[in-house]
């Protein structure tokens, strides 16, 4: 039995209605099974309307049925649970190789950032050079001019140093950013090598997640490498000025100089670390994303509304005509817009045991009932369940629990490049409910998945 259990899917012993595993499986007439305080709470809800009936089929029994146990359905069940083991065992030798992955990929971002660090070093140390021969050489030339040019003199100097100064301090600021970077990634590469010798797999797989996340770099990685002498046209242009001194007094050509040395500094510089993240909702607005649903995508029990901006879960398949893009086993529906960037969106609900509020990869499997299709149950996609009661997040089929302030409205925010997902509570107030911090390899869509009849979500303008 065990080992025939083993064999089977387990998305297959799972209660359409909790969306967990079938407690006490009891069989209606047309053949669905379900938990049976689940069927039993749901015809509870229905008797008010006279009628009772399938979710799945949604077969109608004009009295309440008798139910009966599944028992081989049940059996199976037991069997399931008792091959947890052997499947925690199976996803181990997954993580395990992507862990692996990880520490060589780690291996390999040390060594950038020490040659970076040595390069920083190189560059730091032809400044300096190029500064002192500077102010050596215009010392030279100013002391063959006039007691008129003297205050001149130290004008220029003192502006050679203080640019000097700057452009040290700013690159000594970058080498320690590198050298923290470096530490951290060491730090991280042991505690992945202890992961990787923990023999409990529970444990393991507990803590794979947040010991395997790895941040983004916070700054490019492209430093001139070529050899820079910074101050020489500043002292060039000081030398020919001897010949010129009413014309120098009376003229900025030091000043210009001394600007083109500046510029070609700036040019010189890595690039920038990207603006801070937005905090407040003010700072979120500045990236609201405007999100339309593409029919072509959406499942037949979904009717597109408002300019495709709502959808509604109907008891009757729309005249869709088909499409590849086309979700047939699961009701939901992606965006037209593909995301990357800064992006923020909010989205209003309503719907009995909850509606998905997510991001996926576009290639997501359309077809079928498996987890390949089902958004936040594969790794290809992100979701956050809104109930009426609680928020679940899932991803990878690996779900996590929530805690937060119930409220009908839920805002999201992507930083593609930063590999930032967030979700928020928004009601008077703005409260975020979770974050990820993954590196998405494509373009993001925004989607949503419902599982009854009558639920509904709006994509709304935030402002």
């Excluded at 950032?113 to 400044?127: N, Y």
């Excluded at 629990?401 to 107030?429: C, K, N, W």
Aim: aromatic residues 8%.
């Amino acid at each position: 039995m065990a080992q025939r259990g083993s064999q089977l899917d387990p998305l297959k012993f799972f209660c359409s209605i909790c969306l967990d595993l079938l407690k006490d499986p009891v069989a209606v007439p047309c053949g669905h099974s379900y938990c049976s305080n689940c069927i039993k709470s749901h015809w509870d809800e229905e008797k008010n309307k006279g009628i009772y009936s399938c979710p799945q089929c949604r077969e109608e029994f004009r009295q309440r049925p008798n139910l009966k146990k599944n028992i081989l359905l049940a059996e199976l069940v037991e069997d399931l649970k008792k091959t947890g083991p052997q499947d925690a065992a199976a996803e181990r030798r997954q993580r395990q190789m992507k862990l692996e992955r990880s520490q060589l990929n780690i291996k390999k971002r040390i060594q950038e950032r020490q040659k970076e660090v040595k390069l920083l070093q190189q560059q730091v140390e032809a400044i300096n050079v190029s500064a002192d021969e500077a102010v050596e050489n215009s010392e030279e030339s100013f002391t063959q001019m006039i007691r008129l040019i003297q205050k001149r003199s130290l004008e220029v100097k003192q502006h050679l140093r203080s640019h000097q100064q700057k452009v040290v301090s700013e690159l000594k600021e970058l080498e320690e950013k590198l050298e923290q970077e470096i530490s951290e990634l060491k730090r991280k590469d042991v505690q992945l090598e202890q992961l990787a010798h923990t023999e409990d797999h529970t444990q393991f797989l507990l803590s794979y997640p947040s010991v395997s996340a790895l941040s983004e770099p916070t700054h490019s990685s492209s430093i001139q490498t070529a050899p820079l002498r910074y101050f020489e046209d500043v002292a060039a242009a000081v030398s020919e000025s001897r010949e010129k001194l009413q014309d120098i007094l009376r003229d900025t050509g030091t000043n210009i100089s001394l600007r083109a040395a500046e510029e070609e500094l700036l040019l010189l510089q890595p690039q920038q670390p990207p603006k801070p993240q937005p905090e407040s909702r003010a700072d979120f607005l500045q990236y609201s994303q405007q999100i339309t649903l593409d029919p072509t995508s959406a499942n037949r029990r979904l009717l597109l509304s408002d300019g495709n901006r709502k959808v509604t879960v109907r008891w009757k398949n729309q005249p869709y005509s088909d499409h590849p893009d086309r979700f047939t086993g699961y009701f939901q529906v992606l965006s037209r817009e593909s995301l990357t960037g800064r992006c923020y969106w909010e989205v209003e609900w309503r719907g009995r045991r909850g509606v998905y509020v997510a991001v996926t990869y576009k290639n997501i499997s359309r077809a079928g009932k498996g987890k390949e299709s089902l958004i936040g149950f594969n790794d290809n996609s992100w979701a956050l369940c809104c109930d009426t009661n609680s928020f679940i997040f899932r991803h990878d089929n690996t779900p996590t629990p929530v805690s937060g302030p119930q409220s009908s409205r839920v805002g999201v925010y992507l930083d593609h490049t930063a590999g930032i997902l967030s979700f928020y509570s928004i009601s008077e107030t703005m409260t975020l409910l979770h974050r990820v911090q993954a590196t998405f390899t494509q373009p993001l869509h925004a989607g949503v998945t419902f599982f009854f009849e009558g639920a509904f979500a709006e994509f709304v303008n935030p402002h």
